[in-house]
């Protein structure tokens, strides 16, 4: 059988570029891992992961003790493949004693939360790490399929492999590499019906694939839905067979959606996630959000975010690669019709999902980079027979990769210098226990502090008071950006209160401001390595073991 699977054309290829993917996305894999000493260090630095409790605890609730509140966020499927691979541990725990009357609040029923909430976190991740190398195969292997070039496929492999988002996503538990994996696969079967037509057996292929994407993330049904009139179109024209594939597609689609989604399983609590995703977070009264709808309503303003799309996608892939990958669109669009249906989801998103959303991140557009990867290779392969043509297709393919690849290096490098490590030095030396850290917004993006350290949050965060002092006043205070839409600092501290922090106006000065350099000057995933301040009450500062030496990086707000 494994010989079968290598002799087909591509594979042996495709698989290489996914084992080195496997290899290059590893080097990150244990950033931001909890330390597991205290409610304040028990999550990663990645926002909306499901590690280390998260997937297993969910499904313990919405399955065995089926009781609110729920986490109804995402779908339930991935949190059945990444309970499989803690489940184990899990079990070992069980049997040996290191797991007694699980809870849902730290330390979880944990004997020893230090050394099993990192190790939990790193199994949850090994999914995401997996689909995230073989989205790299797939990719070579539809360009394969599509246009049957060698060197198409190795550059449509390699333009996904360098994508900066999928870098970031397959070392984390989120469910963004394994939707891309998911959706990847029903593409690929996409490309053949494409090529040779729809039988039962594909339609029913499509729909698995299709039904596990959106049943791990919800827009990823916007991929499905616009290609889903191209696959009827092809089925109509096949008469009666081809009305047959797509019920069959259709009944495998609605069947594993059912119990992937968790819709058969626990109604309630489906329905609460459709609630979620319908009504997003409720924020307090007079406060703006800068997500879901911070463009505006107008319709001007909701097409501006074409102009953010292009560059998030040239953060994702490089400019070099993204001009390749439109040329490629273009000549595809003269002499390959109809491959450019492989572009269909980008549409899709745009309509179905950031129009809705009224704004969009790097994530959302995971999908459409996969889309322009493939391009990519048409870029290459209009130029087979070509001679010299071809040679400085692949010449320019590969120098755009290679360019593409350095903000992945820059990311590995953040995530394994992150800014937070230095400050948790920083903090160890000069916190002395008992003592209070006050911080801005959530406390899963905080550097690892002592175990004796009180983290808590400002109290008044969200409400502006021009002209006053701080309410609370504990003798550390933090700011770390978790988003970059302020960027000087967390969108949750007012700008009239950071200011006077700077200023010493509120009688703090500032002890340490510090990031890693960014090579390229960009920071396209704002989760890892933010500048990080620290702020230490006047009275304090004399009893600093490092007295009046501040520990200064970065230069004033504007500047950093």
């Not at 996904?160 to 963004?176: E, G, K, M, Q």
């Not at 492989?342 to 790097?362: D, K, R, S, T």
């Not at 200023?503 to 000065?509: P, W």
């Amino acid at each position: 059988m494994i010989r079968r699977v290598l002799a087909v054309e591509g594979v042996r290829d495709a698989l290489v570029l996914g084992l080195l993917a496997l290899v290059l996305f590893s080097l990150g894999v244990d950033w931001g891992l909890p330390a597991g000493t205290g409610p304040s260090a028990a999550t990663t630095w990645a926002p909306d992961e499901l590690a280390p409790v998260g997937s297993f605890g969910e499904l313990y609730n919405a399955l065995i003790v089926r009781t609110e509140p729920y986490g109804p966020q995402y779908p339930l499927f991935h949190y059945f493949v990444a309970s499989a691979f803690c489940a184990p541990y899990l079990l070992a725990l069980l049997i040996g004693g290191g797991l007694a009357s699980p809870a849902p609040v730290f330390p979880f029923g944990l004997a020893d939360p230090a050394t099993s909430l990192p190790i939990l976190t790193i199994l949850a991740r090994i999914p995401s790490l997996a689909m995230a190398a073989a989205t790299v195969t797939l990719a070579s292997f539809t360009a394969r399929t599509l246009w049957r070039d060698r060197g198409a496929a190795l550059v449509a492999g390699g333009a996904i492999l360098v994508t900066v988002p999928l870098t970031y996503y397959a070392r984390t538990s989120n469910v963004d590499a394994p939707a891309l994996f998911w959706t990847g696969a029903g593409l690929a079967v996409f490309a053949i019906i494409l090529r040779t037509g729809l039988t039962s057996r594909r339609a029913v292929w499509l729909g698995v694939f299709a039904a596990l994407a959106v049943a791990t993330k919800d827009a990823s049904y916007a991929t499905f839905a616009a290609i889903a009139p191209v696959v009827v179109w092809r089925g109509r024209r096949s008469g009666r067979t081809g009305t047959r594939a797509i019920m069959w597609g259709l009944g495998a689609a609605i069947l594993v959606y059912a119990f992937g989604s968790g819709l058969v399983l626990n109604p309630a609590r489906y329905a609460d996630h459709v609630r979620f995703i319908l009504g997003g977070t409720e924020l307090p009264a007079g406060v703006d959000s800068p997500f879901y709808g911070s463009v505006g309503d107008s319709w001007i303003a909701r097409l501006g975010l074409a102009r953010g799309a292009v560059r998030l996608l040239a953060d994702s892939l490089g400019w070099p690669l993204l001009a390749l990958s439109m040329l490629g669109l273009g000549l595809c669009l003269v002499r390959d019709r109809a491959a450019c249906w492989l572009m269909l989801p980008a549409l899709g998103l745009f309509v179905g999902v950031i129009l809705p959303a009224g704004f969009v991140q790097i994530r959302f557009l995971l999908p459409v980079a996969y889309g322009l990867a493939l391009m990519s290779g048409f870029a290459v392969a209009a130029a087979r027979d070509r001679g010299s043509a071809r040679r400085l297709a692949l010449v320019a393919a590969g120098a755009a990769i290679m360019f593409g690849g350095v903000g992945g290096v820059d990311l590995t490098r953040q995530m394994r210098n992150d800014s937070r490590v230095r400050a948790a030095v920083w903090l160890s030396r000069n916190l002395t226990p008992g003592d209070t850290l006050g911080y801005y917004g959530a406390a899963l993006k905080l550097p690892r502090t002592p175990p004796s350290t009180v983290s808590r949050p400002m109290a008044g965060q969200l409400v502006v008071e021009p002209g006053t002092s701080i309410v609370e006043r504990p003798p550390f205070v933090i700011v770390v950006p978790q988003q970059d839409f302020e960027p000087a600092h967390e969108w949750t501290l007012p700008p009239e209160r950071f200011a006077a922090l700077l200023s010493g106006a509120s009688g703090y000065r500032q002890m340490v401001a510090i990031q890693t350099p960014v090579l390229l000057g960009g920071r396209p995933i704002p989760f890892v390595n933010p500048p990080v301040r620290i702020f230490v009450r006047e009275d304090v500062v004399p009893r600093l073991p490092d007295g009046d030496a501040p520990l200064v990086e970065l230069e004033a707000p504007g500047g950093s």
